[in-house]
């Protein structure tokens, strides 16, 4: 990750606030602008120490019963499930949530969607969930580099996980991360077994990362 960015900006506006340099009129802003940058910062570590966490096998992941719409709800905009509220999922809800967001706002990369909605579906031992993007779709070039880490981020401000640290999750579940669709509609998935036994990569469609 590019640390150095929110880490510059927040120690030159602790430094300008300890020195008096911030006019009083200004240290509201000043603060925000603090708290932003260790916000980001915040995000970042802990991006990685996940990244970390799985590459070492020292995640636990635990199985309950998950809320799939009480999740979608702490993501941004608040969307519904369009689809398959009765279905039951079991994974871990922190980071299955983790995995919706980073879906969640992959699905929403430029050029702007004319919609977004998530489904729940079951497929063979695997319980899928579905953020399905309607408008122009995401090129699959762009779609195969989103699943490598630490790649450039749209503004060049920085890198960022893309979907790595979904899939690694999701395979931290016995699962698979996936993508497919056509010249109208973009499909990012994730599948977890029914049945914690339930071999990852069976009934793999194509187009799976």
């Known amino acids: 990750h590019e640390m ?28 925000e602008h603090l708290n932003e940058s260790l916000g980001r910062l ?37 969307p519904d499930v369009r689809s398959g509220t009765d279905v039951e999922v079991h994974a871990d809800p922190m980071l299955l949530s983790r995995i919706l967001h980073d879906l969640w706002v992959t699905a929403h990369r430029d050029p702007a969607p004319l919609s977004v909605a998530i489904d729940v579906v079951e497929v063979g031992t695997w319980t899928e969930i579905r953020v399905v993007r309607h408008g122009e779709p995401i090129s699959p070039m762009i779609l195969k580099a989103l ?7 749209d503004d060049n401000t920085g890198v960022t996980m893309g979907l790595y640290l979904a899939r690694a999750l999701t395979v931290a579940h016995g699962g698979l991360l996936g993508a497919a669709g056509d010249d109208d509609i973009t499909v990012l ?10 071999a990852p990569g069976a009934d793999r469609p194509r187009g799976d990362q």
Do not use: Q
């Open 4 to 31: 150095r960015s929110p880490v510059t900006v927040a120690k030159g506006w602790a430094m300008e606030l300890a020195e008096d340099g911030v006019p009083p009129e200004e240290v509201a802003d000043a603060v």
């Open 42 to 78: 915040s995000s970042y570590i802990y991006d990685l120490e996940l990244a970390a966490g799985v590459s070492l096998g020292r995640i636990p992941v635990s199985r309950d019963h998950v809320d799939v719409a009480a999740v979608c709800r702490s993501l941004p905009s608040r």
């Open 147 to 153: 699943f490598d880490p630490f790649g450039s981020n």
């Open 189 to 198: 998935y994730t599948r977890i077994p029914r049945d914690t036994a339930a």
